[in-house]
């Protein structure tokens, strides 16, 4: 079972693919110019537990985004590798 949880709380070094965006034509405008849309593949790779800027990697770049908008982007994590 895949979870979908949003942008903000995912942890350091999940990855997850973009599910949905929970905003109007402006956000989704926004957020598609640095290359997040739905079928976008990110990684966390911050994990501050105030509500700063949340920083991912997405398109072979790293990007920091607000805590805000990171809440309305819907993640639906990848499963995790067992080591085995």
Same mark, same amino acid.
């Given at each position: ?19 949905? !965006?929970?905003?109007? /034509? ?9 290359? =997040?849309?739905? +079928?976008? $593949? ?5 994990? !501050?537990?105030?509500? /700063? ?9 790293? =990007?920091?985004? +607000?805590? $805000? ?5 819907? !993640? ?9």
């Amino acid at each position: 079972m895949n979870q979908v949880i949003n942008l903000a709380i995912m942890e350091k070094g999940q990855i997850g693919t973009v599910a949905g !965006i929970r905003g109007g /034509g402006n956000l989704r405008l926004k957020l598609a110019s640095l290359g =997040i849309h739905t +079928g976008s $593949k990110v990684t966390k790779s911050s994990n !501050i537990f105030t509500r /700063g800027p949340v920083v991912i990697y997405v398109g072979g770049m790293e =990007i920091a985004i +607000g805590y $805000k908008m990171a809440c309305k982007i819907l !993640i639906k994590l990848h499963p995790v590798e067992s080591d085995r």
